[in-house]
């Protein structure tokens, strides 16, 4: 591979820490390159709210990362690809890529069975998972499930052994494991922590897809034939920003990231409500 002189960072944004599963995909995909992430904590979940809401508020975090001058915005929130891809993408000067068209692709690749999903309820009541699935296969059967209390959850640190997280998959995977699909969409950026007991619950005749590590590859390959990549190997830096509690998100960083964070600093939602 030709490794270019590009040092520009990637720019990364979720809803609070679960987009920081991405990161450690992105990581794991490009070691050398930098990013700068926005975890928007003080109005997490994004997933309850109006997709208008969500729109705006999706807006707002691309433009403060647009001052950091990024070679490419990925957009981690499932809820915000849902209901700002196509403003975000006409807003921002740098491609952008979400986690849910390359999470549809790996999962249609994965299987000729059934797909489920599992997201927010915003993501899912955007339909853009079904919506997605079915025009790269209109016959193949969907069922999409809402699990509003997997963000808070994974958020409060709970493991994956923990009788509360066994109680409540138990009753939002109940008619998922009665379809048998072929493939599960993890359709949140906090999934991929509770994969383990998700897997148990679906079986191994179910393959569990990580929108964000299928982002991540379509970024790698994208930086890769564009001449974009970071001329270094290994040593990327991250750089964080919260508009909640920067030292509760650093405590919490390196469980979602599965890395060292390097800096965390506060931006608040008056900032961001001036720049979009």
């Known amino acids: 591979m030709t490794h270019t002189t590009d040092n520009r960072p990637i720019a990364v944004f979720d809803s609070g820490l679960g987009g920081l599963t991405v990161v450690r995909n992105l990581t794991q995909a490009m070691a050398g390159e930098d990013i700068v992430y926005l975890g928007d904590s003080a109005r997490v979940p994004y997933g309850i709210k109006s997709l208008a809401t969500v729109r705006r508020f999706a807006l707002e975090d691309a433009a403060f990362l647009r001052r950091f001058d990024p070679k490419l915005l990925v957009v981690a929130c499932n809820t915000a690809g849902a209901a700002a891809i196509d403003a975000l993408q006409a807003a921002f000067p740098a ?3 979400d986690v849910i068209r390359p999470g549809v692709a790996a999962a249609v690749a994965a299987t000729a069975g059934g797909i489920g999903v599992i997201a927010t309820e915003a993501t899912i009541r955007s339909g853009a998972y079904q919506q997605a699935i079915h025009q790269a296969d209109p016959a193949r059967e969907v069922r999409a499930v809402a699990c509003p209390l997997l963000v808070p959850i994974v958020e409060e640190g709970r493991p994956e052994d923990d009788p509360i997280v066994n109680h409540v998959l138990c009753d939002y995977l109940r008619d998922l494991q009665r ?12 999934y991929p922590l509770l994969a383990g ?3 148990k619950l679906m079986g191994p005749e179910t393959t569990l897809i990580n929108s964000g590590a299928a982002a991540a590859e379509e970024v790698r390959r994208y930086l890769s034939a564009a001449g974009l990549r970071n001329k270094r190997t290994t040593g ?10 920067p030292q509760r998100f650093a405590e919490l960083a390196e469980r979602f990231g599965g890395r060292n964070v390097d800096t965390v600093e506060y931006v608040g939602t008056d900032e961001l409500e001036t720049l979009s």
């Open 95 to 97: 491609p952008v890529v």
């Open 179 to 190: 379809m048998r699909p072929g493939a599960l969409i993890l359709g949140c950026t906090h």
């Open 197 to 199: 007991a998700i897997g």
């Open 236 to 245: 990327g830096r991250l750089r964080c920003f919260t508009t909640d509690n």
